[in-house]
């Protein structure tokens, strides 16, 4: 019996989409997408195109988030996020560059921006309803590096499972500070069951947080 080895042809390099051209692809997408996602949401029922939204998200990285909200200067707000993983800011920063320009029904944002106020906010977390003006935070500057090291606190933190501890402890900051400001200039974050002494307000936070970043 022979055996004969079969010479293998040179694979043919497979090239990726830039970041660039997936997003372009995005956007060509949403324009078609658009009106079923103004009547969704004209309607209040913006589940009707969560799932067509996820899955154009996920052509331009499967790791992106994304979030459907009320507008700051316009109606609503679509916010399409890599939650600060450098890896992903090659695909926000080129999302970002090829959207189409803010109008008074639309803005758009590459990480989750800062409320006006969010004293005023008020989250749902399974059975709790949770004011974010009852945060309270403990600040700790360091100058030479600009950044802060923050302990968060709310009284029904210790009611919360660790899940929702979690997410009761970052999400006050994020709306305070935006997430890029947020992931730029806090170094160490953690929760805090007992209020901390000298504890500030989270608009207090947000003014020492501008000052520091001058």
Known sequence: MS???????????VEHPTPAELAERFWAQWQRLLPEVSAALGEGEPQRVENQLCDLVATMHPDLHF?????????????VSGQEDPALRPY????????PPDTAVW??????PPVPDPTEVTVNLGLHRV??????VHAQVDEEAGV?????????LAALDPAARSAMTF???????????AGERLRRVESAEAEPAD????????????????
């Not at 200067?73 to 916010?79: E, P």
């Not at 803005?107 to 989750?112: N, Q, R, T």
């Not at 004011?131 to 309270?136: F, I, T, Y």
């Not at 802060?148 to 606190?153: E, I, L």
């Open 3 to 13: 055996w004969f080895q079969r010479r293998r042809r040179p694979r043919a390099a």
């Open 107 to 112: 803005e758009f944002h590459d990480s989750v």
């Open 92 to 99: 926000t920063d080129a999302w970002k560059a090829a959207a």
């Open 171 to 181: 999400l006050p900051l994020d709306a305070t500070l935006g997430e890029r400001v």
């Open 67 to 79: 979030s459907l909200d009320r507008g700051s200067r316009a109606i609503y707000a679509l916010v």
């Open 148 to 156: 802060v090291d923050v302990a968060v606190h709310h009284p029904v």
């Open 131 to 136: 004011a974010l003006a009852d945060v309270r």
């Open 199 to 214: 504890s500030i307000s989270l608009l207090e936070l947000r003014e020492l947080i501008h000052r520091l970043a001058g």
